[in-house]
């Protein structure tokens, strides 16, 4: 089966009359045929007022109407094109039934314009207005978004250009902004509640099966058990996946086939904003180079790839050179390879190139654990009794398998709850107490625990937080999931240098470490095992002092945290021209550091991009308080 084919399609298309119209559905998206292209820019608002609406529409997708929420009548919401210098008044109509709101991702402004209800403001309520103004004191790609529960995922999004007061040091002959997204039929609390009730693999249709052991694909038998008996899932990647999501690009789907023009020659300036709900993108142009100008909105020395990794949230500004008077294909390949976007990048409308097909999926690995550098043959010692493994028939032999498709429509073991209680905090595992196992042996792994409380001693220990990485490394300088051997360049933080000087190049005053913390079998998420509903005090910044927070992912999914109302930059070995940003992806088992000046008085939101990950609790407040109230 194809990977972005899932079992509702294969029914779906059994159903339809014709044969050719049956092989149609079939095929994944990319494969069908498709329209002549859709040459047709963003629609763009601009000025000093600006108003924009909030209403339930519908979309067309690849030929199918779907419900969405859009603003203006679009999905994505129409481009906001400003210019640094201008104030901007931005009144807001909430037409829906529900609060709304808007967030300016990676703008700076007071914060009670920051709009997440209950943190910066309490909300647009249904059939009223609320109005922005704030002064436009940046440039570069940005976006905008809800902060209302799940509304994101429908289409409550758009890109933001900000154009320099002066000229702009990035010259290029034309350019084309590039949203790239996701969308399901299905509802997203209907989502949610699937992650929830069932577990986080319940969209994985993608598990290593017994046909692919036979035929020695993937994981040799001895590396499945290892990984069964651990109870974790190494083809457990993305959360949702291509089985329920359409990747987008500017709100069309691979068979709309979204076209962007050129003129050989052109220097050609791509605006990319990964504006999805939960999906990382793999982005590339085959045929051409892409040169990293720009990260987060802020320019950056030039970098010639020819791939780059784009998380939730993030933006990329690349420029592209093409000369030949031929369409060159533009993938947005998501993390999993369950799917993609697609569009087509040409001299004239009607114009197509050749679609590669999905690259195999990645697998998880020892680092993704956050046990380093270490093989698979470390784990050869490991007593699984001493872990509370149940090695009866069913714990052994189907434990074994965990995460293996056994044929369609076959029950995963990964996902029963487990007979035995002592197991329930394990990796895989369902409800119990969340210190059963704090002091599991890991015999061949040197004594290592993968729930050591001692090695973070900050975190609150229970249900929801499933492991703590023995050995979190820096991955800064490593592309991501599946790229590794790609045979090309492809970017990693590390490239990224700042044009600019930082504007704050003191040492740090203190340092702090943030834990992400989860358990993807009842779908909990948080930082230092404490979510938002928790209630807990703010992380507490004193104005302008000089922060060093290092994140340390205890979880196999990657996390891109946002910080509201601040820039960072990433310590990466690049001293005072460390690269800015608002939004860092941590890769599983990884960490990450940063220098960030609280310069910004108020209470700000911190949080996972990923929508349900946020949404289950992995969000907290940051509170910066005046330098004379910090007694």
């Not at 494969?31 to 600006?50: E, H, Y």
């Not at 509304?151 to 350019?175: A, C, K, N, T």
């Not at 789907?253 to 076209?259: A, E, L, S, V």
């Not at 592209?320 to 031929?326: E, I, K």
Request: glycine share 12%; proline share 7%; aromatic share 6%.
């Amino acid at each position: 089966m194809s990977p972005g084919l899932n079992r509702r399609d294969l029914f779906r298309g059994a159903a339809l009359a014709g044969g050719g119209l049956a092989l149609s559905a079939w095929l994944p998206a990319w494969a069908q045929p498709i329209s002549s292209g859709i040459a047709k820019p963003l629609p763009t608002v601009s000025g000093n007022d600006i108003t924009l609406k909030i209403a339930h529409q519908m979309m067309m997708i690849d030929g199918r109407q779907s419900h969405a929420i859009g603003i203006n009548g679009t999905v994505p919401a129409p481009l906001i094109r400003l210019r640094q210098g201008q104030n901007v008044r931005l009144s807001v109509i909430n037409d829906l039934e529900e609060d709304s709101s808007i967030h300016w991702h990676g703008l700076l402004l007071p914060f009670q314009f920051d709009g997440v209800p209950g943190i910066s403001f309490p909300g647009i309520k249904p059939k009223s207005t609320f109005v922005y103004e704030f002064p436009i004191v940046q440039a570069g790609t940005y976006w905008y978004h809800s902060h209302s529960g799940l509304q994101e995922q429908l289409g409550h999004y758009g890109p933001i250009v900000i154009d320099p007061e002066g000229e702009d040091p990035i010259q290029s002959d034309r350019e084309h902004v590039i949203v790239l997204s996701d969308h399901s039929q299905m509802h997203p609390h209907a989502i949610f509640r699937k992650l929830k009730q069932v577990g986080g693999g319940y969209f994985n249709y993608q598990r290593q099966t017994l046909a692919g052991l036979l035929a020695k694909e993937d994981q040799p038998l001895k590396d499945r058990l290892d990984w069964g008996n651990m109870r974790m899932d190494p083809t457990d990647v993305s959360d949702v996946t291509g089985s329920t999501y359409t990747y987008l690009v500017n709100g069309h789907g691979p068979r709309d086939n979204w076209t962007a023009l050129f003129k050989p020659g052109e220097r050609v300036r791509l605006r990319f904003v990964n504006a999805s709900a939960m999906t990382t993108f793999n982005v590339r142009i085959p045929g051409l180079k892409l040169t990293v100008v720009q990260a987060d909105g802020l320019n950056v020395r030039p970098v010639e790839v020819d791939e780059f990794q784009i998380a939730v949230a993030e933006t990329y500004d690349v420029i592209v050179t093409p000369t030949d008077d031929r369409a060159y294909t533009l993938v947005g390949e998501s993390v999993d390879r369950s799917g993609m976007a697609r569009a087509t990048l040409a001299p004239r409308e009607g114009m197509t190139a050749e679609v590669p097909p999905l690259r195999k999926r990645p697998l998880a690995d020892m680092k993704d654990m956050g046990m380093g550098d270490m093989d698979m043959s470390g784990m050869s010692g490991m007593d699984h009794a001493a872990m509370g493994h149940d090695m009866s028939a069913g714990g052994a032999a189907a434990g074994g398998m965990a995460g293996m498709d056994m044929g369609a429509g076959a029950s995963m073991p990964s996902m029963q709850k487990p007979a035995d209680s002592s197991m329930a905090n394990m990796p895989g595992m369902g409800s119990g107490s969340g210190d059963t196992m704090g002091g599991m042996a890991m015999g061949g792994m040197g004594g290592m625990n993968m729930r050591d409380a001692s090695k973070a001693p900050q975190v609150k220990m229970g249900p929801g937080v499933q492991t703590i990485s023995p050995m979190p490394m820096d991955r800064t300088g490593e592309p991501g999931q599946g790229l590794e051997d790609v045979g090309h360049r492809v970017l990693v933080y590390r490239d990224l240098m700042a044009v600019e000087r930082n504007p704050d190049v003191r040492a740090p005053d203190r340092a702090m470490e943030i834990h992400l913390t989860g358990n993807m079998e009842r779908y909990m998420w948080s930082f230092d095992g404490v979510k938002l509903s928790d209630k807990r005090e703010p992380i507490p910044f004193i104005e302008n002092e000089r922060v060093r927070v290092t994140l340390v992912n205890d979880t196999m999914m990657s996390h891109p945290i946002h910080l509201h109302g601040h820039f960072f930059e990433l310590v990466t070995g690049h001293g005072e021209y460390s690269p800015r940003k608002h939004t860092v992806n941590v890769a599983p088992g990884g960490k990450v550091s940063f220098d960030v000046t609280a310069d910004a008085v108020g209470d700000w939101a911190f949080h996972c991009h990923m929508l349900y990950h946020m949404h289950a609790g992995m969000m907290r407040v940051v509170s910066v308080r005046p330098r004379g109230d910090a007694a």
